[in-house]
């Protein structure tokens, strides 16, 4: 299972939106509405931000949202903070009953 | 306190043998699946092993089949990891992650780190 295609890094200043993308094959991304996001920050293990595509556990910000079509998910951050800063990953669940990270996203907030 | 405990990384010789153990508290152990996810130095994240609630079915990344058995002991609340014929690539950091009922993983504990090398 290859990982999921996401940008290595990506860039915005404070107050603007970025928005990652999360490519995959009709094996994950394109089988299921099954799609994740994480936020990990320096040292630290991942958090879950996004799950269902779109919906947001609780205690998350609104700010933070996801969408998909076909293949393809993508994570929206809007009104950027600098606390916003860090690694993100996308994941899937397969038709194989595994599951899929991204490589990875880098955010930096300029 | 809700939360996962991992121990039992360490430095080990390729071909060898390591066992990790992970402890839950704060939620009902039992109900949930719980799952190991690796993340090599520098690297992204990669999904390991599951494993149902009541230990009736576990399943593997193609990678570790064969290799690395995924366990637990409800009566403990505890999650296990065996590893065996480790090679250089098993390196990274292991997550004990607890299932969140939709396909997703929503408690991480800190990770142990697995260093595989001579």
Redesign the interface.
């Known amino acids: 299972?290859s990982?999921l295609a996401q940008p290595a890094s990506v860039s915005g200043s404070p107050g603007q939106s970025i928005a990652i993308s999360c490519t995959g094959s009709s094996s994950d991304l394109g089988a299921?509405n099954?799609v994740?996001w994480?936020r990990q920050l320096p040292d630290?293990?991942?958090?879950?931000i996004v799950?269902?595509v779109t919906?947001r556990?609780s205690g998350v910000s609104d700010r933070f949202s996801g969408s998909k079509s076909g293949n393809t998910a993508s994570l929206t951050i809007s009104g950027l903070q600098a606390e916003d800063e860090a690694d993100y990953?996308c994941?899937s669940?397969t038709t194989s009953?595994?599951?899929?990270?991204?490589?990875?996203t880098k955010l930096t907030v300029l | 306190e809700v939360q996962l405990v991992e121990s039992g990384g360490g430095l080990v010789q390729p071909g060898g043998s390591l066992r990790l153990s992970c402890a839950a508290s704060g939620f009902t152990f039992s109900g949930r699946w719980m799952h190991w996810v690796r993340q090599g130095p520098g690297k992204g994240l990669v999904w390991v092993s599951r494993i149902k609630g009541d230990g009736s079915y576990t399943n593997y990344a193609e990678s570790v089949k064969g290799r690395l058995t995924i366990s637990r002991d409800n009566a403990r609340n505890t999650l296990f990891l065996q590893m065996g014929g480790l090679r250089a690539e098993d390196t990274g950091v292991y997550y004990c992650v607890r299932d969140g009922d939709h396909w997703d993983f929503d408690l991480w504990g800190r990770g142990t780190l697995v260093t595989v090398s001579t």
């Open positions: 299972q990982a299921y099954y994740t994480y630290k293990a991942p958090t879950l799950y269902d919906q556990p990953y994941s669940y009953h595994t599951w899929v990270f991204g490589r990875g």
